[in-house]
């Protein structure tokens, strides 16, 4: 994130401190006292879920399972490492009424030996145009380190990609309308108005539009909706509205683009959007 | 966490003041933020040895209330009047909406409609940073995110809200219909 950015996000986030509507701090007082230690000795007095107990193996089988674990560290490094192999794939998927929140499919542990894998797997669901395979490598970064111990929906991991490509694809319809390149604008183009029909994007946005409602009468693009105008402006070949969308500001927030790492920053990535993501195109296309 | 009624009262007594803010604010009156606080322990105390030590305790928290925001109507409603209890005293000790109202100013108003015009997703990553304190890595232990995705998020809302202040102009600065904060921060429940 640039210094101009991060500024700016500070800036928000005072002023939702200003907002904040517990400003003072929580209530407390004798009376709430009162009623949550009420609360806390009623909820005590609920049964607790028995604990599993482990079944303890008996003392011949756990002298030989050490004998068979001794030998195979002595045996080599590859049958200690199928031992200490922590799968991905859980085989457990969310509720779907979290969809919303955390996207569809299979929950994966990020701390599983193969998580790069699979996550690398499941950026193929979707295509990249010739030259932008840096676009999905970098998508790649935010699961490095694996910094939470709660599984990710697979959802969540293919969304990202999918966003990426789209970004890509647009990108690259930008570069050969510029360059006057007809047939790989009309290639792209083609790419572009299907992106609706898109796996992930079908599973987890199946009625994408540009306005759903909000709290309070507001309204925001659904998950994906926010490709369709992008959709729109291409298939009308219309370069300054795809340029108006990218540099505007209802539709460019999930326009973007990760960028080269920078270690002097605090955040390790620029993450390029808005007026700085259409500069940055502009100056590759010339 | 050993399971027992006593390391229960030490998460509760270490925990509650943090739950009640954010159940407050994410809550349209003290009946909903009562049951939501209640529900959270009550999931706390089945699941004691699931929750982690320290001040990760407080992170799990939010996650669990989290989920029984969204969940909405599913709420198991047991110990109802113990719920009402709470919610009479947290009624008591709040602001009425109304105060808040009269509290604040156009700006603070056409900020808090420009939140509640942001998606679910963006506005919890903002107001876990801005309300809660949280940083990214944090707010990645509530959500289950990696912390770089959570940073993705932010920068996406922030320029999001950035975004809907700009338009809303100085014309919308002037009205303050929006309703009040608690109302306005609504978390969606879908």
């Known amino acids: 994130m640039s210094n101009q950015s991060q500024r700016s996000g500070h800036r928000i986030d005072h002023a939702l401190q200003a907002c904040d509507p517990v400003a003072d701090g929580a209530p407390a007082g004798v009376g709430l006292d009162a009623a949550l230690a009420l609360l806390v000795d009623t909820i005590v007095n609920e049964p607790r879920p028995a604990a599993r107990r482990r079944r303890r193996l008996p003392s011949r089988a756990r002298l030989a399972l050490a004998l068979v674990a001794t030998v195979a560290s002595l045996g080599g490094g590859a049958a200690l490492a199928a031992k200490l192999f922590v799968p991905t794939r859980t085989g457990h998927y969310p509720a779907k009424w979290t969809f919303t929140a955390v996207g569809p499919g299979e929950l994966l542990n990020p701390r599983g030996t193969n998580f790069r894998a699979v996550m690398r797997a499941l950026s193929r669901e979707v295509s990249y145009p010739t030259g932008y395979g840096v676009w999905r490598e970098r998508v790649s970064w935010w699961a490095d380190p694996p910094d939470t111990w709660l599984p990710i929906p697979s959802g969540e991991i293919r969304g990202e990609f999918a966003a990426s490509a789209f970004c890509a694809w647009v990108a690259d319809w930008r570069r050969q309308v510029t360059d006057g390149s007809q047939s790989a604008a009309a290639r792209d183009a083609v790419v572009i108005s299907g992106a609706l029909r898109w796996k992930i994007v079908r599973a987890w946005d199946p009625h994408p539009r540009t306005s759903v409602p909000g709290d309070n009468g507001s309204t925001h693009p659904s998950q994906f909706g926010w490709m369709i105008p992008y959709i729109q402006a291409v298939g009308a070949g219309d370069l300054r509205q795809v340029n108006r969308l990218i540099a505007g500001e209802r539709f460019s927030g999930d326009f973007l683009m990760y960028g080269q790492p920078v270690p002097s920053l605090k955040s390790p990535r620029v993450i390029l959007t808005g007026r700085r993501f259409l500069r940055y195109l502009d100056r590759e296309t010339s | ?190």
């Open chain 2, 1 to 190: 966490m050993n399971p027992s009624p006593k390391s229960f009262e030490r998460l509760v007594q270490e925990t509650r003041t943090d739950l009640l803010a954010y159940a407050l604010r994410r809550t349209a009156n003290a009946e909903d933020a009562a049951d939501v606080v209640s529900e959270t322990y009550l999931i706390a105390w089945r699941k004691l040895d699931r929750v982690p030590s320290g001040s990760h305790a407080r992170l799990w928290l939010f996650g669990v209330a989290g989920n029984v925001l969204r969940r909405g109507a599913e709420r198991d409603r047991r110990h109802m009047a113990l719920r009402e209890r709470l919610a009479d005293e947290l009624r008591d000790a709040i602001p009425t909406p109304q105060h808040i109202d009269a509290d604040s100013g156009t700006a603070t108003g056409t900020l808090r409609a420009g939140l509640a015009s942001l998606s679910p997703r963006d506005r919890e990553v903002l107001t876990l940073t801005a309300w809660e304190g949280l940083t990214p890595k944090q707010i990645a232990a509530v959500t289950g995110l990696p912390a770089n995705l959570v940073r993705v998020r932010l920068h996406r809302a922030r320029a999001r809200l950035a975004a809907r202040l700009r338009n809303a102009g100085t014309s919308d600065a002037d009205r303050d219909d929006a309703p009040s904060a608690r109302y306005t921060t609504k978390m969606s429940r879908t």
